[in-house]
C-alpha cells in the first residue's frame, strides 16, 4: 500500500493538464511501434520523436512546480480539462502533421481537436490519403477523448453538478454537492485517481471485448480497432470511411448496435446523484426514453418508406424492407448516441421507396444526444426526461388545478428544480447554436451549412457535415475562420455551457 502511494504520490502534485500531457506523449509510442512494423519508418520518427520531446517538456515544467500543490479544487480539474480539448491538440498535431506533410497545421489541429473532443468531424474523407498508422492515431485520441469523459464526468462534473448530473444532485449548478462529494473537496486529485483506477480497466476492457467480436466477424484488424474504439467514444472515425467500407456486413453492425447501448444509460454513476439507489436498468429514465427513441423513431421511418413503396408497386420485396429497416434502425441508434456511424442499408430506404430521407431528422437526434455520464454528446436524455416530466404535471394541472403530485421523491425533484435547470440549458444551448451560426453566416457560409456545422460542433456529432446535407461539407477546403469556430463550437458542445459559465466564477480566480 505504502508503494502504491509512493507510485500516485507526483500525480496528487503534478497539475492535471500535465498528467494528460504526458499521457498523451506516451500513447504516441503506439502508432510509432505501429509504423515500424509496417515498414513506415519516416511516421514512426515523427510519433516516436514527438512522444519523447512531450515527456521531456512534461518533466521540466513538472520539476519546476514541484514546490506548488494545486490550491483550485474541482473548479481547477474543470479549468485543466478545458485547456485539454483546446491547447492540447497543438501537441497532439505535431506528428500528425509531420507524418502527413500535404496538409496545413491548422487542418491537423483541427482534425486532432475534432478527436479528442470525440466529434469524429471528416477533415480527410478520401481514407487512402491517411497512412494505417495515422487512421490509428485518430481513432486512439478520439478513444482517449472519450475515455477522459467518462472519467471526468464522474470525478469533476458529478461533485460540481455539472454534465447533467445538475438535474438531479442536491447541489447548485458548479458548486459542491453536499455530503459524500463534498467531504473530498479538499482532495480532488485522490477522487480522481480512484475514478480513474476504476472506470478505465472497464472502458479498455470493453473495447478489447468489442475488437475481438469484430475480428471474429470478418474485420481487418486496424478497421475492427479503430470501430470499438470509435463506438466506445461515440467519436465515429473509421479508416475505411465508414460501414460502406467495413467488410462485417450486418453482423458486424449488429456487434456495434449491441456496444452502442453504454452510451445510452448512466447508472455506471449513479451513487452521484440525488436518483441513487435505482440501479435497475428497466427503471432508468435515460435508458427507456432512448429504447422509446430508437424503436419509434425507425418505425415511423419505415411506415413512411413503406407506403412510398406500396404505390409504387415495390411493396413485394420483402427482403429490400427488412434491410431498409434494420439500416434506420442501427443509424437512429448511431446519431442518438452521437457515434455518426451510418449504416451500409441506410441508402435501401431510398432505393425501396424512392424517398430520401430528411438529414433533419439525424440532426435532431444528435441534439438529443446519450445518457448523463457517457461519452455521447448532445442535449443528454436527461433533460429530455425532466422537461417531459413537467410537460405532465402542467397538462394535469390544467384539469385539476389543485392536485398534489403523486411522483416520487426523485422524480420529484426532477420535476421542480431539475426542470427548471433544463430548461435554462435548452436556452443556452439555443442561444450557442444561435451565435455560432451566424458566426459562421458571416465567414461566408449558407445558411443551411451554418446550420449543420453549429449542430454537428454543439452535439459533438462530426458524420452529420456529410449525412444531414445534400452536398457533403469539405472541411479541407474551408478557410481559417470556419474552422476556429468550429473548433470552440466542438469544445462548448464537449464541456457544455454551463461548465464553460462554471468557470467565470470568482471562486476559480480569487487565489
Known amino acids: ?23 498523451a506523449a506516451l500513447s504516441m509510442w ?8 509496417l515498414d513506415n519508418h ?3 520518427r515523427s510519433f516516436f520523436y514527438s512522444g519523447i520531446l512531450g515527456l521531456i517538456l512534461v518533466a521540466m515544467i513538472g520539476v519546476a512546480l514541484s514546490s506548488r500543490r494545486p490550491r483550485r479544487g474541482a473548479l481547477g480539474q474543470l479549468l485543466a480539462l478545458m485547456a485539454t480539448f483546446t491547447l ?11 507524418a502527413l506533410r500535404t496538409t496545413s497545421f491548422l ?5 486532432m481537436a475534432s478527436a479528442i473532443t470525440t466529434t469524429g468531424a471528416n477533415t480527410f474523407p478520401d481514407p487512402a490519403r491517411l497512412s494505417p498508422a495515422l487512421h490509428l492515431w485518430r481513432a486512439q485520441v478520439g478513444w482517449m477523448g472519450g475515455l477522459l469523459m467518462w472519467v471526468a464526468a464522474s470525478a469533476i462534473l458529478a461533485p460540481l453538478s455539472l454534465g447533467g448530473f445538475e438535474i438531479t444532485a442536491r447541489g447548485e449548478p458548479g458548486r459542491a454537492v453536499p455530503g459524500a462529494a463534498q467531504s473530498e473537496a479538499a482532495d480532488p486529485r485522490g477522487r480522481l485517481i480512484r475514478v480513474a483506477r476504476t472506470l478505465a480497466p472497464i472502458y479498455a476492457g470493453l473495447t478489447a471485448v468489442l475488437w475481438i467480436l469484430l475480428l471474429i466477424a470478418g474485420d481487418p484488424g486496424l478497421t475492427a480497432l479503430s470501430h470499438a474504439m470509435s463506438v466506445m467514444a461515440t467519436s465515429g472515425i473509421s479508416p475505411v470511411g465508414g460501414m460502406a467500407g467495413a467488410q462485417t456486413g450486418i453482423t458486424g453492425e449488429a456487434v456495434l448496435f449491441l456496444f452502442m447501448f453504454f452510451a ?11 436518483m441513487a439507489g435505482q440501479g435497475r436498468l428497466d427503471r432508468d429514465p435515460e435508458f427507456r426514453i432512448g429504447l422509446l427513441i430508437v424503436i419509434a423513431v425507425p418505425l415511423m421511418l419505415f411506415l413512411r418508406h413503406w407506403l412510398a413503396a406500396y404505390e409504387v408497386e415495390a411493396s413485394e420485396n420483402l427482403w429490400l424492407g427488412l434491410e431498409a429497416l434494420w439500416g434506420s434502425l442501427f443509424t437512429v441508434m448511431s446519431f442518438l448516441t452521437t457515434t455518426g456511424f451510418e449504416s451500409a442499408n441506410w441508402d435501401e430506404a431510398a432505393q425501396w421507396s424512392g424517398l ?7 440532426m435532431g437526434l444528435a441534439v438529443i444526444g446519450g445518457g448523463v455520464a457517457t461519452t455521447a454528446g448532445g442535449v443528454k436524455l436527461l433533460r429530455v426526461f425532466a422537461l417531459y416530466l413537467n410537460g405532465l404535471r402542467e397538462m394535469e394541472r390544467l384539469v385539476h388545478p389543485s392536485s398534489v403530485s403523486r411522483t416520487g421523491g426523485g422524480n420529484r425533484r426532477i420535476q421542480r428544480g431539475g426542470a427548471f435547470i433544463a430548461w435554462i440549458f435548452f436556452m443556452l444551448f439555443a442561444l450557442s447554436l444561435a451565435a455560432i451560426s451566424v458566426a459562421l453566416a458571416a465567414l461566408g457560409m449558407s445558411f443551411e451549412q451554418a446550420i449543420v456545422m453549429s449542430i454537428a460542433g454543439l452535439s459533438t456529432t462530426g458524420p452529420l457535415m456529410e449525412t444531414a446535407v445534400q452536398t457533403p461539407i469539405r472541411l479541407a ?7 476556429l469556430v468550429l473548433c470552440a463550437a466542438m469544445v462548448i458542445g464537449r464541456l457544455e455551457t454551463l461548465a464553460i459559465i462554471a468557470l467565470i466564477t470568482p471562486d476559480l480566480w480569487r487565489s
Open 1 to 23: 500500500m505504502a508503494r502504491a502511494q509512493a507510485q500516485i504520490g507526483p500525480l496528487r502534485t503534478m497539475p492535471l493538464i500535465l498528467v494528460i500531457w504526458g499521457m
Open 30 to 37: 503506439v502508432p510509432a511501434i505501429y509504423a515500424l512494423a
Open 42 to 44: 519516416p511516421t514512426s
Open 88 to 98: 492540447l491538440p497543438l501537441f497532439l498535431a505535431v506528428p500528425f502533421h509531420d
Open 107 to 111: 487542418n491537423a489541429y483541427f482534425d
Open 264 to 274: 445510452l444509460s448512466r447508472l455506471t454513476f449513479s451513487s452521484d446523484t440525488a
Open 356 to 362: 430520401g430521407t430528411p438529414g433533419l431528422i439525424l
Open 477 to 483: 477546403d474551408l478557410d481559417a475562420g470556419p474552422k
